[in-house]
């Protein structure tokens, strides 16, 4: 068996013409839309990151406006950023870009962020009310999760689906999305006995864990499908995900690190930017 492959680039692009079209609604009505990233990391992963978003967001005709506060940002000095940024009335989209410096946390951090302005989800009320089913930015990466089962009509109604990873980055938002799919959805993490003993009975398994290889051919159901939603850099600077390369013979389809979830990432992350700066509908869980 050699697994189809989940491949995020055409979604991507179908996401970024949506962006593009919102856009230039949103310049027939005197509106530029603008995202702002707060960074205080010297992570060169993160920069990577920025500088993509931010040449991403350019080519839509998004202007991207990145605040630097440096690795040594007190959180009281990111909080008051992240304010002032949610009173800008200029500003639509905001990020907060992981790791955070010493002392502080990114949650703690995002109550300072508009929830509707807060694009990638990260606040605890946009959080919450995705977990309840209410209108809410979703985390990127875990809405990435979801269009891309969407894209490839996998059904997702009444099967088994594995978390593994249980972030409010990825994991539990995913978890939430995939719950109010009415998949029956189990979440494992470090401590869970036997790893491979829940993620082998997965129809759907989605691998949200930052440990490259974690996952290899004899955790997964033969035929399932599997989203590889972990991304780490290797010695050679490559980028490689959580999924063992083996699973490709056993999976029935897989999303591949990199080309899978990222570009969608990314792509949702500005249609969400587009969405907040013309008021449009954030959506709900389905």
Known sequence: MTARRLD?????????????????????NGIA??????????????????RSLGSAAARLGIECQIADLGAAAAPGQIAAELARLSADPQVHGIVLQSPVPAGAT?????????????????????LGRLAVGRPAFAPATAQAVVRLLDCYEVQLSGRRAVVVGRSAVVGKP????????????????????????????????VVAA???GLIAAAHVRPGAVVVDAGTSAAADGSLVGDVDPAVEGVAGALSPVPGGLGPVTTAGL?????????KGDVGTVR
């Open 8 to 28: 995020g680039r055409e979604l991507a692009a179908s996401l970024r013409a949506q962006a593009a079209l919102a856009v230039d609604a949103a310049a027939a």
């Open 33 to 50: 839309v603008r995202l702002a990233i707060v960074v205080a990391t010297r992570d060169e992963g993160a920069a990577w990151y920025v």
């Open 106 to 126: 990114a949650a703690e951090l995002a109550e300072a962020i508009d929830p509707a302005k807060d694009v990638d989800g990260a606040n605890p009320v946009s």
């Open 174 to 205: 995913a978890a939430a999305l995939l719950l109010a799919r009415h998949a029956t959805v189990t979440i494992c993490h470090s401590r869970t006995p036997d790893l491979g003993a829940v993620t082998s009975q997965a129809e759907v398994l």
């Open 210 to 212: 930052g440990r490259p």
């Open 270 to 278: 500005l249609l969400a930017t587009t969405v907040a700066a013309t």
